[in-house]
């Protein structure tokens, strides 16, 4: 005969439910039996935390989904179900490329290739990534190396060839026309320049000299440079301005180079006087540009000289920024740093969403698509 739980016990039973389902949930927000189902994710650049985002609740879990344990871990980038990290070589071990498979109920990470201070990521197509290196210390080249994100266990690929003496690389992107007609552009911080890459993606086809120094971010987009009428596929390039010899800050810009352009002369000014590192965008015409403490949202259907063409984003009256901004369903994240990753929309709407423990660096976000 079976017996019949008391009502105290099956009081207790629920509560014990519950409290097992908070737990299995606070551990990993949205990991399933066939891996995460998060789009957004959110990297700590102190430990090598790779935290998931929920997207709807605007909220994060609180435990890891995977961890590089790698100080200086920072851009991230998703490929189909594998996800790719670029780990500089500040203050860690092992710095160089790594990537872990977001299909996995149990991912880890594995490293691509040998030691390398990487900054930067790109995909160019399954079979066709790009990673920037640069090191400050001189230990390791300042260089862009191909690797296939199909088959990571290849390693790293060859050097590309042609950059300017001093080359220092930071973003790269891949921008084409929507007709397979497409480019790989890479920025150089050193010497203020963009490259575009030819066609294999294996040497520099032609490079272009930017309107301010500290070029830093690409964004692949459409702009009428020209003044013809129409919008041209293209790249807008984020300048952070520099600095003078005696380290104060110069003033930045925004500038547009398009993906057919036939000379290095075919580049042009979008906005001056506006120091922004990264970009991303709304829709064509509503860019969002963030730096170290403020974050802009750049109307591009209003003249320079219009006061309502920039609007900065702020959160309950205070300025933020970072290094890194990411779009996705209708809004823009931007870490801060510290632990927080601001989401808004774009009428400048901030949500506040808490990443991280005391101690981390959310520094990077990545979207999968």
């Not at 520099?204 to 309107?211: A, I, K, M, P």
């Not at 730096?291 to 959160?315: C, F, H, M």
């Amino acid at each position: 005969m079976k017996k019949l739980l008391s009502k105290v016990q099956r009081k207790m039973l629920a509560v014990g439910f519950m409290l097992v389902l908070a737990a299995l949930t606070d551990c990993s927000l949205l990991s399933l039996q066939n891996g995460t189902s998060a789009s957004l994710f959110a990297v700590d650049s102190k430990n090598g935390n790779v935290y998931e985002i929920d997207t709807e609740k605007a909220q994060s879990a609180s435990i890891p989904l995977v961890s590089i344990k790698q100080n200086a871990t920072g851009e991230m980038i998703v490929n189909g179900t594998k996800a790719f990290i670029a780990v500089g070589s500040y203050n860690n071990t092992s710095p160089g490329l790594y990537w872990f498979d977001l299909s996995s109920s149990s991912p880890s990470v594995q490293k691509i290739g040998g030691n390398i201070s990487a900054q930067y990521l790109c995909i160019a197509s399954n079979n066709k990534g790009y990673v920037s290196t640069a090191d400050y210390s001189g230990v390791y080249s300042n260089t862009v190396y191909g690797f296939n994100p199909s088959n990571p266990s290849a390693g790293l690929g060859s050097e590309v060839t042609g950059f300017d003496s001093g080359f220092y690389p930071q973003d790269l992107v891949f921008a084409d026309d929507g007709n397979e007609n497409g480019y790989v552009f890479v920025t150089d911080n050193a010497n203020s320049k963009v490259y575009r890459l030819n066609a294999a993606g294996t040497a520099v086809d032609l490079s272009f000299v930017t309107s301010s120094g500290g070029t830093t971010g690409l964004l692949p987009g459409s702009y009428d440079w020209d003044d013809n009428g129409s919008d041209d596929a293209g790249v807008f390039v984020a300048n952070t301005g520099g600095y003078d010899t005696n380290w104060n800050a110069l003033p930045g810009s925004i500038d547009f180079i398009p993906l057919d352009a036939s000379s290095g002369n075919d580049i042009v000014s979008v906005q001056k006087d506006l120091s922004v590192a990264r970009l991303t965008a709304f829709d064509k015409n509503h860019l969002v540009g963030t730096n170290y403490g403020q974050t802009w949202i750049i109307d591009l259907t209003k003249p320079e000289n219009d006061s309502g063409r920039l609007a900065e984003v702020k959160s309950n009256g205070a300025s933020f920024g970072s290094l890194d901004a990411n779009a996705y369903g209708g809004y823009v994240y931007v870490p801060d740093g510290m632990q927080t990753v601001y989401r808004f929309d774009s009428d400048g709407m901030v949500t506040a969403i808490s990443v991280g423990t005391s101690g981390e660096m959310i520094t990077n976000v990545a979207v999968r698509e």
